[in-house]
């Protein structure tokens, strides 16, 4: 039994005290016969689920539960249903008893020994770095910090995840990407004194707000925005503003008098743009300015661009409402009872003009880790460097062949480019384009016979565990450890595991894993309507995720049961979060955690604003939405997709008469088609639940008018009128919850979709972390140990060693 990370402090299980221990079986469920069983199935399911109706795409006909692992799909298929409660459906006939929980008993137990006598860890094909794991790459090989949306088109997801291997498709346009994104990165890193000018366009998001001050920049200034920009030379550069317009074309915030644009860089003012407040999108330069080129120097600075409020001003106060809008609507900028002020748009920095060197920068410090002083020393110099750079990128140690081709290119770069640096920049630029580099490699021993499982080497180990954990390349110690090959020996996985975890780079399972899993991305689409949402702004979105987010981490970093992801009664706020919520005494942009002031009405996440906002429309809440997210996220019961021909929620009239209706009446007349009613009688109960939340997360007490009537029958029969009842009600589901967690969790860390061969291993961790309080370390720990992390299938496809240490891939 492995020990938690750390032993819950005082104050921990103060706050867990507040939480019900759920009821447990005093005796387990009696075994029933197989052949009782097969009747229970007959007569209960198989009236649906027939090779005549096939309710759900499933035929139960010749299922046999003395043999479930014949047919482990479908076994599977129901072991979920059942333990949902979800089958058979509320108004159906049920066995009495316990008589269901005997048959699910009977179905896991038979499947997990044959499972435990031959494991099956499956396969996945080789991975390759997504965009956050290319941009973490190139920052821990080179400190340099780089924004592969650039250069890499968008990740293909699957299951949520963008880290799926067989999603992962290869094509001319993309290699050619890699290969751009290698010269590029390989000249900021090394600097460019001979570099042209070009132009770098940063956009700020229309919804920002800009009346405030901005994180980053000059106190004393408001709106704006800052960015870090890496300059490939010491030279000129000039910095350019475009604002935004109006519909008609006129220049946005006109009626401002005396503002001015201020440029800093690295908190020091290089330029102050006065604006022109009579400017016009049908001007040469539209609505735009530009200050005088200024001298900067090679290598990463902060660039913030921010409005420096007139030495003289009065109260600026809508009339109509106090938007936090960027902007509202252009149309009505300088309408009656609007008083906008300028917002900027775009950021635009152009150089270098006139360059004369690269100066020294941490980067290149970082490099060059040491400096010939003579010709001779050159390339000692050149092979040192290349034999750390290619060691951390490739994840493993160099073979001969591999040091052999980066010289031949730092002497081709040498040659031609007539320098040391030009000839390390090459190298460097063919160690980014390596396959080694973008491509995870797994390969096989070469003595391994086809369809049998092996047990993958320290090294790929090392890479699995560290892309999991941090999203990122292994650090050196993990390196060590795997070249020793102390992760193949007890207790070398849990140790590194502990390590890893106790590293702020552990953050990225709630930014990455927790993120993906509940769908916090979404949130980027979502734009509720602003007249009916007026504070609703990108600054409150984002504060919205990173509530998630903190949330996440906190149970990372405090080791806390997984359970309070959905029980928790505290949360992480801001200012602005906090007046979101109707919190008091929260101030300032810092996050800080709170406890709920009334737990009757928030706890755990689906009481967090970025679930309710991402599950929402832009003019109104959404039931089905909510209902399915639950279904699909939490209990991986995802429902089928809606008959042809059926017309969605919004075809049903949104008034009676005149008086608008509730989402709740809209989709009682929704659920009058039979077609419909099958689904959303499972869907809309849970989202009713949510109602009691308008679709920017804040509580409210009517909806279109009327009061809410948030009360509904759940799936098993159990009636719920609010969040926390839902929760209550999720939580005696227990099972189904942490299986889900558990499934996601060893998805996002194989890289692979999981499927029957693997649910053996998921309830084993479950079981497993039921000693520890189900605290978040053991459901790590046991996707580490699980075969599917460890070990892999090999097939004729399969990447096997070759040469003498296994090193070099198969080509």
Not at 16 to 43: E, I, S
Not at 519 to 525: A, K
Not at 583 to 603: E, I
Not at 778 to 795: D, H, N
Request: proline content about 7%.
């Amino acid at each position: 039994m492995t020990r938690p990370l750390r032993r819950p402090a005082a104050s921990d299980r103060a706050a867990g005290a507040t939480h019900a221990v759920l009821p447990r079986r005093a005796h387990p469920t009696a075994r029933m016969a197989p052949a009782a069983l097969n009747g229970v199935v007959k007569q209960y399911c198989g009236r649906c689920h027939n090779d005549t109706m096939k309710r759900g795409n499933l035929t139960l006909g010749g299922f046999d539960v003395g043999s479930p692992f014949a047919r482990a799909d479908v076994a599977e298929r129901m072991i979920a249903k059942l333990r949902t409660g979800m089958m058979p459906p509320v108004g159906s006939p049920r066995p009495k008893g316990d008589t269901l929980d005997a048959l699910v008993l009977e179905l896991e137990t038979r499947i997990d020994s044959a499972d435990a006598l031959a494991p099956d860890p499956g396969r996945r094909t080789f991975q390759r770095l997504n965009r956050a794991e290319y941009q973490s790459a190139v920052k821990q090989l080179l400190g340099l910090d780089v924004d592969a949306s650039n250069y890499l088109p968008a990740d293909t997801k699957s299951d949520n995840f963008d880290n799926i291997a067989d999603v992962q498709a290869l094509s001319p346009t993309l290699l050619s990407a890699y290969l751009r994104a290698a010269g590029d990165i390989s000249w900021l890193a090394v600097g460019n004194a001979k570099a042209s000018a070009s132009s770098a366009i940063y956009t700020m998001p229309k919804m920002a707000s800009q009346t405030a001050h901005v994180e980053g920049t000059p106190y004393g200034t408001r709106g704006g925005m800052v960015v870090t920009h890496t300059f490939p030379a010491d030279g000129d550069y000039r910095f350019g503003a475009n604002f935004f317009h109006e519909t008609t074309g006129a220049f946005a915030g006109g009626l401002a008098r005396g503002e001015a644009l201020e440029i800093a860089v690295d908190g020091e003012r290089v330029a102050l743009i006065e604006i022109d407040r009579f400017m016009h999108a049908s001007d040469p330069n539209g609505v735009a300015q530009a200050a005088a080129p200024v001298r900067v120097t090679a290598g990463p600075h902060k660039v913030s661009a921010a409005f420096v409020p007139p030495r003289f001003q009065g109260v600026v106060q809508d009339l109509v409402s106090p938007l936090k809008y960027s902007l509202n609507s252009t149309s009505n900028a300088v309408a009656y009872g609007f008083s906008l002020l300028p917002h900027l748009r775009e950021l635009s920095i152009t150089g270098p003009f006139t360059p004369t060197g690269v100066s020294d920068t941490h980067i290149r410090r970082r490099l060059f880790s040491c400096r010939p002083t003579t010709e001779a020393g050159e390339r000692p110099c050149a092979q040192s460097i290349i034999t750390r750079l290619g060691t951390q990128a490739y994840r493993r140690p160099l073979t001969n062949e591999d040091r052999g081709g980066l010289l031949a290119l730092y002497d081709a770069g040498r040659k031609s480019g007539g320098s040391f640096e030009q000839g390390i920049r090459l190298a460097l630029e063919g160690i980014l384009a390596s396959p080694d580099f973008v491509f995870r490699f797994e390969r096989a021993p070469s003595s391994v016979a086809p369809g049998t499982v092996y047990a993958l080497r320290d090294l790929d180990l090392a890479s699995r565990l560290s892309f999991f954990l941090w999203s990122a390349p292994p650090d050196q110690p993990l390196l060590d450890a795997a070249t020793r090959g102390l992760l193949s020996k007890p207790g070398g996985l849990e140790r590194e595991v502990q390590r890893m975890l106790a590293d702020p780079r552990a953050q990225s399972l709630s930014t990455r894993f927790a993120a993906q899993w509940l769908r916090l991305p979404d949130l980027d689409v979502v734009t509720p309507d602003i007249r009916q949402y007026p504070d609703f702004d990108e600054q409150l979105k984002n504060g919205m995720r990173r509530e998630t987010e903190l949330f996440f981490d906190d149970l990372v970093r405090r080791d806390r049961p997984v359970l309070d992801l959905y029980r928790a009664d505290y949360t992480f706020v801001n200012e602005q979060l906090a007046q979101h919520y109707g919190m008091r005494g929260v101030v300032g942009p810092a996050f800080r955690r709170v406890r709920y002031p009334d737990t009757t009405m928030r706890r755990g996440l689906l009481s967090h604003a970025s679930i309710l906002t991402l599950t929402s429309h832009a003019t109104r809440t959404s039931a089905v939405d909510r209902g399915k997210w639950v279904m699909e996220v939490l209990l991986n019961s995802p429902p089928p997709p809606p008959p042809p021909g059926v017309p969605d929620l919004e075809a049903t009239p949104g008034d009676n008469g005149g008086r608008p209706l509730t989402v709740r009446e809209r989709m009682e007349q929704h659920r009058k088609s039979p077609a419909c009613a099958s689904c959303h009688k499972m869907m809309d109960p849970i989202g009713l639940a949510l109602e009691q939340y308008d679709a920017t997360g804040k509580l409210r007490r009517r909806d279109n008018g009327m009061p809410i009537d948030s009360k509904g029958d759940l799936w098993d029969g159990t009636v719920v009128n609010t969040a926390p009842e839902l929760q209550a009600a999720l939580l005696r589901r227990e099972d189904a919850l942490l299986r889900t967690f558990t499934r996601n969790l060893m998805a996002y860390a194989v890289g692979r979709r999981m499927d029957a061969r693997d649910m053996p291993s998921v309830r084993r961790i479950v079981r497993d972390a039921t000693a520890q309080q189900h605290r978040l370390s053991a459901y790590i720990l046991g996707v580490v140990r699980s075969p599917a992390f460890r070990m892999q299938k090999f097939e004729s496809t399969t990447t096997v060693e070759s040469g003498a240490n296994g090193a070099a891939p198969a080509r």
